[in-house]
């Protein structure tokens, strides 16, 4: 992998609730080089959207951040507020789930875009708004210097969400969170937008790190996974690594849960039973164990030890955190 | 923008006939008040004869009907009472026209309305801007010392009687401390520091009063509001606090803050009763319970009208100005 431009080491977020302390995030690492995409995948309530919130410095008054977030080797995490707001948006931006709702509804999507310009670059009012005109035609909005004038209630979602990522990449950053980007789209709409994060990606030489429910987009985008469990990697590798290798059960659990055009109907859609954990219910041995199909060759360790990441065959740094030496397919 | 002119030529039209079936109303029910203005005006001995003549004169010897048509007319094209040498004439737009005052209503209404206007607008513009401001600040300090202190004040805000604490400020201001006038209404167009001085004790009593609901509305709006998901848009493109807080979240506040501004200042400008009572101003408040006192019909119903008339103008103005807010409003 080429020198990465945004790493997270031992990355921790723990709230406190009036429920008490509620470790959302406890202890991931990923890393993601300019031009290359990082998927981050796993149930809801498994810590994606914090872990992205927590790198973008983000998260409320009531989150207890520690780790390391290297943005070409500079520590984020502890930075005065004001040095992180020249990050965001600028060197980090972001593409939300629900473009209807990140969108101002009282401002033309042209004012979103060019004040997201304003924010960075000490330009008239007037040049911003040329600049996001020229985003918006880049991001395929038709007749762009009409449509600027719009507000987000006059788009489409899809259109939207393109708003959403003009304003986004508007600085030209290095790195793009997108978190879920398509989930609320119509399937042909999913695509169109996944192929122009792509492509944007391809032209700029973003890193992108890809939060997604949607194995199917990760498989064609994404070029290392992360998968995460319960606030903690459960797996992690290269795409191939993980559709061809996955060694950790729910890992599998995921794929068999992925709906598949070319799997006859019956076997679709075995989506792991149970559910996930609470945040810190589960203290000792793998958060995954009450649902896991394969504890059983394992034994007492599964609930007495936590696994940590152990290195896997595969391509490069394919690691998973599971006591089950061998692949689960090949037990 | 065309959008907007479209938007507000609607709501002009919208606002015409509920004017209209208002004043129907209004009219109906204060002459069925048994309450007959031509026996006030005839006078003590009334013979039957002159009874009939003021009513004559007064125009209430005609239908109901007709003499709600003479009334709107009298909107339109103005009135004349009887004929000859006593001849007695009301300009457009006449709302009626006093007997007993020997002035008509759109008249005494024009001489009033400076002071209640005074005081209503002084008074608004100073609660609007503590309401908001004291809002945002108890929002941004959820659950810390300034909140829990905005929100106290709001409590006792709304919770005094405006009499009360008017009585209390004259009180102090005006007789023991000797600060400020303790009645008494100076025009503006002869001393504007004069006028001021004046007002300043009923502004700020009435600010203090009514600024309570507008903390209450904005703390909670704001609280809303920062927990948007546009709020963290802004925030991941880089904006400051300030601009996070003022350029997004106040708009969204502002919509249902307005709202509540224009109608409690449409009602204001219709008299502060109780106020121009506690500070001596014959405002349009005065004017109506006099009125109501001297079974003067025609200044009750005008009075009247012209409050509802108000209320209806800023119900027509918060629409406009939610038109131009809230793009979803105009650019439906
Ligand atoms: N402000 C907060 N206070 C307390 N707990 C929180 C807070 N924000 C998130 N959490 C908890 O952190 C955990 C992880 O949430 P997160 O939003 O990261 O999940 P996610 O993986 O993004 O799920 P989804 O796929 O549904 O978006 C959840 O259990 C959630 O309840
Ligand atoms: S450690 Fe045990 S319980 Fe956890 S995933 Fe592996 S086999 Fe299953
Ligand atoms: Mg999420």
Redesign the interface.
Known sequence: MAEPVLEVHDLHVTFSTEGGLVPAVDGIDFAVAPGETLAIVGESGSGKSVSSAAV?G?LPSNADVTGEVLLDGRELIGLP??EL??????DI??V?Q?AL??????Y?VGWQVA??YR??HDVSKKKAHQRAIEMLDKVGIPDAARRADG?P??FSGGMRQRV?IA?ALVNDPRVLIADEPTTALDVTVQAQIMQLLEDVQAEFGTAMVLISHDLGVVAEVADDVLVMYAGRAAERGTVRDLFYRAAHPYSLGLLGAMPRVDVPPKLRLTTIPGSPPTPGSITTGCAFQPRCAYTDRVGERCITERPELTPRPGEGDHEAACHLGRRPSDV | MPDLVWFIVRRLFAALIVMLALSLAVYLVFYAIPADPAHLACGKPCTPDRLEQARHFMQLDQSTLQQYLNFLKGIVAGRTFGDGAAAVHCNAPCFGYSFPLARPVTTLIMDRLPITASIALGAAVLWLLLGVSLGVIAALNRGRILDRLAVGVALLGVSTPSFLLGLLAILVFGFWLNMVPVNGYVPLTESPVDWAWHLITPWIVLAILQAASYIRLTRSQMLEELN???I??????????LRVVVT?GL??VLVPVITLFGLDLGGLLGGAILTEKVFSMQGLGDLLISAVGQLDVAVVVGVTLFSAFLIILANLVVDVVHGV????VS?G
């Open positions: 973008m983000l507020n004001d707001r020249k990050i965001r948006g600028n931006a972001m939300f629900d709702s990140a969108l101002n509804p009282y033309s004040e997201a924010l960075h507000y209630h006059e959403v304003m | 948007l998901d546009y963290t848009t802004a925030r991941a493109k880089g904006a400051g606090e997004h708009r969204g807010l809230d793009p979803r650019h």
